[in-house]
C-alpha cells in the first residue's frame, strides 16, 4: 500500500473508532477533536496526512515541529498545532510563533512567560494546563491538589486557560485519571479536556475528552530518535 493510502485508513479507521466512542456517550461526531502527534514522524507521512484532509497536529519538541510546520505554517490553510511536550522558559518566543495552542502549562514562571508572549505577539493563543494526575515524579504537570490555585494563577494573568490535559501513568489503567482530570476541569469551570492517545482514545472520548492525542494510530510506528 502507497503511505497516503495507508495514512489516509488510518485516518479514517480512528475518526470511526472515535465518532463511535462519542456516539455511545450521546456526544455529536464532532465534539472530539484528533489531534494528529506527528513528533518523530518522516515527511512523507506528515504530507499523506494533510493530503487526507488533517489539519489539527502536534508535537512534544519546539525544535522537532519548526522542521516539520514553519514552511507549512505558510503554505496550508486552516492548519492548526498543539504543543504537547514540555516548554522551557527560554523556548516560550519561539514556541508562541509556531503554536496555536499550548497545551502545557504547569508552572507559575511558565504561566508568567507565557501571558507576557501572548501579550506581545497580540494575535489570540489558547492554552492548556497539564495536570500530573498519577503524580509521578518525573513527570510534567501541576498535581491535583495544587491544581485550582494555579489555574486561579493563571487567570489572574490573564492567560486564556481552555482546559485541562493529562498523560497517565503508563502501567495503569487511564480511566480513572480521564475522571479526575474531567472533575478537575468541571469544579473550575473549564470546559476543554485534552486526553486519550493511540491506546485509550475512545475511553477518554466516552468519558468527555474534547481533544485526543493520537500518534501511532495515525501514523504508524514512531522512527527511534537518534
Ligand atoms: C507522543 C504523545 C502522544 C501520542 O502517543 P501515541 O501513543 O503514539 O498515540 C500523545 N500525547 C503526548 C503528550 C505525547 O507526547
Same mark, same amino acid.
Given at each position: ?35 494528529? *502527534?506527528?513528533?518523530?514522524?518522516? =515527511?512523507?507521512? %506528515? /504530507?499523506?496526512?494533510? @493530503?487526507?484532509?488533517?489539519? #489539527?497536529? !502536534? ?82 504537570? *501541576?498535581?491535583?491538589?495544587?491544581? =485550582?490555585?494555579? %489555574? /486561579?494563577?493563571?487567570? @489572574?494573568?490573564?492567560?486564556? #486557560?481552555? !482546559? ?63
Amino acid at each position: 500500500m502507497s503511505i497516503e493510502a495507508d495514512i489516509a485508513q488510518r485516518l479514517k479507521d480512528v475518526t470511526g473508532r472515535l465518532d463511535a466512542a462519542a456516539a455511545r456517550a450521546a456526544r455529536a461526531p464532532g465534539d472530539v477533536t484528533l489531534i494528529a *502527534i506527528s513528533k518523530t514522524q518522516p =515527511d512523507a507521512r %506528515i /504530507a499523506a496526512a494533510l @493530503a487526507a484532509g488533517q489539519r #489539527v497536529f !502536534g508535537e512534544n519538541r519546539v525544535q522537532e515541529a519548526a522542521t516539520h510546520w514553519a514552511a507549512r505554517r505558510e503554505t496550508v490553510a486552516g492548519l492548526e498545532l498543539h504543543l504537547v511536550g514540555p516548554l522551557q522558559t527560554n523556548k516560550v518566543k519561539d514556541a508562541v510563533a509556531l503554536f496555536d495552542v499550548i497545551q502545557t502549562v504547569d508552572r507559575p514562571k511558565l504561566a508568567e512567560h507565557l501571558a507576557r508572549e501572548f501579550a506581545r505577539a497580540g494575535t489570540p493563543r489558547r492554552c492548556f494546563v497539564q495536570v500530573n494526575t498519577g503524580e509521578e515524579p518525573q513527570k510534567a504537570g *501541576i498535581v491535583p491538589a495544587e491544581a =485550582d490555585r494555579f %489555574i /486561579a494563577e493563571c487567570r @489572574a494573568l490573564e492567560l486564556p #486557560v481552555e !482546559g485541562l490535559m493529562c498523560l497517565p501513568p503508563a502501567d495503569e489503567p487511564a480511566p480513572p485519571h480521564f475522571v479526575l482530570l474531567g472533575e478537575i476541569a468541571a469544579r473550575n469551570g473549564l470546559s476543554g479536556l485534552s486526553m486519550g492517545m493511540s491506546a485509550d482514545f475512545e475511553a477518554a472520548a466516552e468519558l468527555g475528552a474534547t481533544h485526543v492525542r493520537v500518534g501511532t494510530g495515525v501514523f504508524g510506528p514512531r522512527v527511534p530518535q537518534t
